[in-house]
């Protein structure tokens, strides 16, 4: 019936703008902190390992080198940890957020089909 062509009319109409905002907010908060952190994840894993190529050219030590690799692997394993958790800490508010939108959205949309049924 009319009503309820008015209220899918409303939904799709809607559509658009939820998934418009999903995107924005998705380019402008999520992607930037997730190049962040991978552009300083990969500079330090680039850094480490100039570090130990330079003190294996200088030493000529095995044992050495081992244990600086080592120390390394190691230091990078808890970065990339740390860097895991600090990552998941900046995107929690963001898709808790965007969970809100949801929420808030859909009760806009029940309360105009409600309302357009009503009528």
Do not use: W
């Amino acid at each position: 019936n009319t009503t309820d062509a008015i209220g899918r009319a409303a939904a799709e109409a809607m559509q658009g703008p939820i998934q418009a905002a999903y995107k924005e907010t998705f380019q402008s908060i999520v992607l930037p902190v997730f190049e962040r952190g991978c552009q300083s994840m990969f500079q330090q894993i680039n850094d480490s390992f100039k570090q130990g190529t330079h003190e294996c050219k200088n030493h000529h030590k095995l044992p050495i080198v081992l244990f600086v690799l080592a120390y390394d692997i190691q230091q990078l394993e808890t970065h990339i940890k740390n860097r895991k958790q600090r990552d998941q800490d900046a995107r929690d508010p963001v898709i808790g957020q965007l969970q809100q939108m949801i929420d808030t959205l859909q009760n806009s949309q029940d309360q105009l089909a409600t309302t357009v049924t009503a009528s």
